[in-house]
């Protein structure tokens, strides 16, 4: 079993939809982050998260701690919004990453 | 804020030959430095952690002798790859992490390797 598990592994869903793509983990971590690769292999951090809830945007990210468990949602999403999302939790500066959401927005 | 560089963007060798690519942080000091390989469809994989002035840190399976990393600077670490060959083409990404920003690792752009 992979110490960071995402789901899904594929979505494809309609401008507009909102997305929830979800993210379970077996270590234990000091934070989380949510790492956007486009298709050009380029990757930006959206989201550092110890706790709680962080909004940026038209992006949500949750975290629960007891459950090992986080969330990212996107509202009304759009097609430049298509792109691999990365669940990274961190311990001692090292991250370990998921296996990545490929999700592709249709106009 | 927060940028990091890497180069070349892409790079075509023959095998045999030797590659180094750069990471650079551009605008913040970075005492460590993450060299990362991808290959397609599958996640990022750690390779090595540098840390300026000291030795780097080689993950389980990658070899030290064949990727030598260099991190003579708080602002630019080098991976060379020495003696390439076909198995090597990949993609690599570097980071740099900001020693004023906690656990955040800023990303740069990637290096596609192809070796012949």
């Known amino acids: 079993k992979n110490e960071v598990e995402q789901s899904p592994q594929n979505l494809t869903a309609q401008e507009g939809e909102f997305i929830t793509i979800n993210c379970s983990y077996s270590?234990?971590?000091?934070?989380l982050h949510w790492l956007q690769q486009h298709p050009g292999g380029g990757i930006v951090s959206l989201f550092m998260?110890?706790?709680g809830k962080k909004k940026h945007g038209r992006l949500i990210a949750t975290i629960n701690i007891q459950e090992k468990h986080s969330s990212l949602h996107i509202t009304a999403s759009h097609p430049r919004d298509s792109a691999v999302y990365i669940c990274?939790?961190?311990?001692?500066?090292?991250?370990?990453f998921g296996t990545g959401t490929r999700l592709k927005v249709l106009a | 804020g927060a940028v990091v560089s890497q180069h070349p963007s892409w790079v075509i060798c023959k095998s045999g030959t030797s590659v180094k690519i750069e990471c650079r942080s551009l605008?913040?000091?970075?005492?460590?430095m993450f060299w990362y390989r991808q290959f397609p469809k599958q996640s990022l994989m750690l390779m090595a952690t540098?840390?300026?002035?000291?030795?780097?840190?080689?993950e389980q399976g990658v070899e030290k002798d064949k990727f030598l990393i260099n991190h003579a600077s708080l602002t630019l670490s080098t991976l060379t790859v020495t003696s390439a060959h076909p198995e090597d083409s990949s993609f690599y990404i570097c980071?740099?992490?900001?020693?004023?920003?906690?656990?955040?690792?800023?990303f740069g752009p990637g290096t596609r390797l192809l070796v012949l």
């Open positions: 990274a939790p961190s311990g001692t500066y090292k991250y370990i």
């Open positions: 605008d913040f000091q970075a005492t460590t």
């Open positions: 540098s840390n300026e002035g000291s030795k780097a840190t080689y």
């Open positions: 270590v234990g971590i000091s934070a």
């Open positions: 980071s740099a992490r900001d020693r004023r920003d906690g656990e955040t690792q800023y």
């Open positions: 998260l110890s706790s």
